[in-house]
């Protein structure tokens, strides 16, 4: 039976009490590994620009490792039941696109337009934002005055840690900016389809990054060439693979779909706030950055709109779903 790619509010199937899950905590695990995976690759994507390379080769670098890395994950389940696997082709084609080289697309050409400051507050509070009004419109969930207080605070936390000015703004910062929103709001809107459609984590991973891998690699290998990738040295280029590839490539797509599956759309996409906070800490060694008084104030304000959100009760319509475990 084929599935409809459109999203639709999600039926009342039983009620559940407010309250924290079991799940809670493996979440907030997961969540903490998946916030530390984006302020990683953040940091090492300003790096790695610093050091010749652009967002077209930060983005192939990513898909193409993760592609190959995970293929047999994709092989495996096509192996074991390929008609099941292709009667999902829509819902395999829509998270492909929400979370495939389009979002990396955008995240990694803002860096050229918007300033760092943008990219700390911009995308993560769209991912947040977003995540949230997604969870209400698509899955059933409430707006509770706790989610939306949390939520406030994260954002806040985020413009202090960041330092956010009206002297920022500009025609260019705008333009990097609408990016950051854009991919933003690709990403949660991933989060609400892979909970929607019970997908499981590591087969989303393999067939996003696969379906990256065959479009997205041959695409940039015909219009942009590798010459950048192999003027680049070796320690340049083996680092990108290493935290581009590997960790940010399949580890960002799996941690946020288990996150996901144990949390719900709506408490996960709060947990990116962290990475910037994050951020500024791995970029102490590795940008030789120091945080000030206000980064740290904004880190423990976006930790604590963090923990108000994901203790609050789900308010959820719908019970917690298990991803399948075939497709």
């Given at each position: 039976?084929?599935?409809?790619?459109?999203?639709?509010?999600?039926?009342?199937?039983?009620?559940?009490?407010?309250?924290?899950?079991?799940?809670?905590?493996?979440?907030?695990?997961?969540?903490?590994?998946?916030?530390?995976?984006?302020?990683?690759?953040?940091?090492?994507?300003?790096?790695?620009?610093?050091?010749?390379?652009?967002?077209?080769?930060?983005?192939?670098?990513?898909?193409?490792?993760?592609?190959?890395?995970?293929?047999?994950?994709?092989?495996?389940?096509?192996?074991?039941?390929?008609?099941?696997?292709?009667?999902?082709?829509?819902?395999?084609?829509?998270?492909?696109?929400?979370?495939?080289?389009?979002?990396?697309?955008?995240?990694?050409?803002?860096?050229?337009?918007?300033?760092?400051?943008?990219?700390?507050?911009?995308?993560?509070?769209a991912m947040s934002l977003m995540g949230t009004m997604m969870s209400v419109w698509f899955l059933g969930d409430k707006l509770t005055w706790r989610k939306v207080v949390g939520m406030a605070v994260v954002a806040s936390g985020l413009c202090v840690l960041a330092d956010l000015s009206l002297a920022s703004f500009s025609w260019r910062s705008l333009l990097g900016d609408a990016m950051f929103i854009a991919a933003g709001s690709l990403w949660a809107g991933f989060g609400i389809v892979m909970r929607r459609e019970r997908l499981d984590p590591l087969l989303a991973t393999a067939t996003i990054s696969f379906f990256a891998l065959m479009t997205y690699v041959p695409a940039y290998a015909l219009?942009?060439?590798?010459?950048?990738?192999?003027?680049?040295?070796?320690?340049?280029?083996?680092?990108?693979?290493?935290?581009?590839?590997?960790?940010?490539?399949?580890?960002?797509?799996?941690?946020?779909?288990?996150?996901?599956?144990?949390?719900?759309?709506?408490?996960?996409?709060?947990?990116?706030?962290?990475?910037?906070?994050?951020?500024?800490?791995?970029?102490?060694?590795?940008?030789?950055?120091?945080?000030?008084?206000?980064?740290?104030?904004?880190?423990?304000?976006?930790?604590?709109?963090?923990?108000?959100?994901?203790?609050?009760?789900?308010?959820?319509?719908?019970?917690?779903?298990?991803?399948?475990?075939?497709?």
């Amino acid at each position: 039976m084929s599935i409809p790619l459109a999203l639709k509010p999600a039926p009342v199937l039983a009620s559940r009490a407010p309250g924290i899950d079991a799940s809670l905590w493996p979440g907030v695990a997961v969540g903490l590994l998946a916030a530390s995976i984006g302020a990683l690759y953040t940091v090492f994507a300003r790096w790695g620009m610093a050091q010749g390379l652009a967002a077209s080769d930060m983005t192939v670098l990513r898909f193409a490792v993760a592609g190959l890395v995970t293929l047999p994950v994709l092989l495996g389940a096509i192996y074991r039941d390929a008609a099941g696997f292709l009667a999902r082709w829509r819902v395999w084609l829509a998270v492909s696109l929400l979370a495939g080289p389009l979002f990396g697309l955008l995240m990694f050409s803002a860096l050229h337009w918007a300033p760092a400051s943008h990219a700390a507050v911009f995308p993560f509070t769209a991912m947040s934002l977003m995540g949230t009004m997604m969870s209400v419109w698509f899955l059933g969930d409430k707006l509770t005055w706790r989610k939306v207080v949390g939520m406030a605070v994260v954002a806040s936390g985020l413009c202090v840690l960041a330092d956010l000015s009206l002297a920022s703004f500009s025609w260019r910062s705008l333009l990097g900016d609408a990016m950051f929103i854009a991919a933003g709001s690709l990403w949660a809107g991933f989060g609400i389809v892979m909970r929607r459609e019970r997908l499981d984590p590591l087969l989303a991973t393999a067939t996003i990054s696969f379906f990256a891998l065959m479009t997205y690699v041959p695409a940039y290998a015909l219009l942009v060439g590798p010459a950048r990738l192999m003027a680049a040295s070796a320690t340049v280029l083996w680092t990108e693979v290493l935290v581009q590839g590997l960790i940010a490539g399949a580890g960002t797509l799996y941690t946020y779909s288990r996150m996901v599956a144990l949390l719900g759309p709506a408490r996960a996409a709060v947990f990116p706030a962290l990475a910037p906070a994050i951020a500024a800490l791995l970029a102490w060694p590795v940008l030789g950055h120091v945080p000030g008084l206000g980064e740290i104030t904004g880190m423990v304000l976006a930790m604590t709109g963090i923990v108000i959100t994901v203790t609050a009760g789900t308010g959820s319509a719908s019970p917690s779903p298990s991803p399948s475990k075939n497709t």
